[in-house]
């Protein structure tokens, strides 16, 4: 089957299904195995390992993975320090090869890489494939940035009578820290903008998706990186968090995840000298409906949003400003929509809502409908599946809850659950104040037929990603080349955004060079 693209999403057939459990298969029966760290070329095992368990079957072990230490921490900083100079004297022609094959086998690979995510990380299968040609998408396209703009060497000169440019260059070795929602996506995208402008890189995956990453560590050893350019390390954060922190020979490093880890991070990681610190930190994503929407539309976008992989999306629609003189309407709407949504198994080719990643978020879930329940309305879901096959697994129903107080913390609050909050608004301007009102700035999305109200809402929103009548999510969907995907205030903290242009150059430094002849 040929590659899956952002343009055939919507239209994958019987061929897709039919490769997809093809390889789920395979990859079943692979699991339980103890996999080793990577460490200068070398598998490197520990003490002590993890079992790293499929949110839908806590019963089922996909693996054991080495409880990385410091002492490995940092000789893998020390190897990714020794192989700086000779990959980035390779030179960026010669890096991009490697990575375009790096891509290529990413494509070639798609349905075991697929069925890895939908068994460690519970997404439905559609899901799952978007996010593996996602991760290739992004890699094949910060090698075109780097190849559009020649190695980012620009000619300066003043006279004739001397040569200047102006040259960007790697800072050395970075260390890349990825989330659970987006394990091969992020991580991979992570790292090949570090690797493609001639840094070398230490890689350290969610505990919660060791799987996934080691996927990703065994795609760019079989494209060909040479030895210590690329290391894998597993192991919880607290253990391994000191380490990135405090290694003098670590000199940039890139994390997404929580506000306050992220926050920490930019704090500390450059006290005692300048270091880039690469921080992507959630949102808590508004979308607005006004009376000129189309609301099959929105109703469509907003399910989408809110509940696809169970809200745990960095930019999930997490609260919904509704205007009054369509409120109700919409509502009934959205209500049956979600009424209907199917809940399972991630594996089964119906499912569109699969187990939440563990059982602290189940935690939060509880937390944010208790909540709702004493400030609002629970319109629809609030509880815990426990029964009829659910018993096994971390799956909860998709929730809705109106009526709260503006003030609520839960339009302030990110749960990284399926709970939606939903205010009545009377007018743009309400709906805008009122999504500004956030720490957050990652994605918003407006449903309106109203030109004047579309460009009030692109102008005056604060969040680096806006959409305007998004039927296949109200807040979500970014893809490589086509929407560049970074946030604003607590929601990111380089104002340079992945997927997009600009993206590649926060891995370099200029140096101005000037010869008089």
């Not at 994958?12 to 079943?28: D, I, N, P, Q």
């Not at 709970?419 to 009377?426: F, H, K, N, Q, R």
Request: proline residues 5%.
């Amino acid at each position: 089957m040929e590659k899956i693209t952002y343009a055939s999403l919507g239209s994958l057939g019987e061929s897709f299904h039919h490769s997809f459990e093809e390889a789920a298969l395979r990859v079943r029966s692979q699991l339980g195995q103890s996999h080793p760290m990577w460490i200068n070329g070398r598998s490197v095992t520990s003490r002590s390992n993890f079992p790293d368990r499929s949110p839908a079957h806590t019963r089922l072990v996909l693996g054991r993975f080495a409880k990385g230490s410091a002492a490995q921490l940092r000789e893998a900083i020390e190897g990714a320090r020794k192989a700086f100079p000779a990959w980035r004297d390779l030179g960026w022609r010669q890096r991009i090869v490697l990575l375009r094959k790096a891509a290529d086998l990413i494509n070639q690979r798609q349905f075991e890489l697929a069925a890895v995510l939908t068994l460690e990380v519970g997404k439905n299968r559609f899901e799952a494939i978007a996010e593996v040609s996602e991760t290739a998408d992004l890699i094949t396209y910060y090698c075109d940035q780097l190849e559009k703009n020649g190695g980012y060497e620009i000619p300066m000169s003043l006279s004739a009578s001397e040569t200047t440019r102006s040259v960007l260059k790697p800072y050395g070795v970075w260390g890349v820290v990825s989330p659970f929602n987006f394990p091969m996506a992020l991580a991979g995208g992570m790292a090949a903008g570090a690797l493609v402008t001639g840094n070398t890189v230490v890689f350290k995956p969610a505990s919660d998706t060791p799987f996934s990453g080691l996927k990703i560590a065994e795609i760019f050893r079989d494209a060909g990186l040479p030895t210590g350019v690329f290391h894998f390390i597993t192991g919880g954060g607290g253990t391994l968090g000191r380490e990135f922190l405090q290694n003098p020979n670590l000199d940039g490093l890139i994390f997404t995840g929580s506000r306050d880890v992220g926050l920490s991070l930019l704090h500390e990681f450059g006290q005692k000298r300048p270091r880039p610190c690469i921080t992507e930190m959630g949102g808590k994503n508004p979308a607005v409906i006004m009376p000129s929407a189309n609301l099959h539309h929105a109703v469509e976008g907003v399910y989408r949003s809110a509940f696809g992989m169970g809200g745990q999306k960095c930019s999930a629609c997490s609260r919904l400003y509704v205007h009054r003189a369509i409120h109700k309407a919409f509502m009934e709407m959205l209500v049956a929509k979600t009424e209907s949504c199917p809940i399972g198994d991630p594996l089964d080719r119906e499912t569109f809502l699969g187990p939440l990643i563990n059982e602290h978020a189940v935690d939060v879930y509880e937390h944010a409908v208790r909540q709702g329940k004493r400030e609002g309305r629970v319109a629809y879901g609030g509880h815990v599946l426990k029964r009829d096959g659910f018993e096994r697994g971390y799956f909860v129903e998709p929730t809705i809850i109106d009526r709260i107080p503006k003030s609520s913390s839960l339009f302030q609050d990110e749960f990284f659950a399926p709970v939606l909050a939903v205010a009545e608004v009377g007018s743009l301007e309400e709906a805008v104040r009122l999504a500004n009102d956030s720490d957050y700035g990652l994605t918003a999305g407006i449903f309106t037929e109203d030109p004047a109200e579309r460009d009030q809402f692109f102008r005056d929103v604060e969040a680096g990603v806006l959409y305007c009548n998004r039927r296949g999510g109200a807040t979500t969907g970014a893809w490589p080349g086509v929407q560049s995907f970074g946030g604003w205030k607590c929601s990111g903290s380089s104002g340079k955004s992945a997927l997009g242009p600009h993206y590649v150059t926060q891995f370099m430094r200029e140096q101005s060079q000037t010869v008089i002849h």
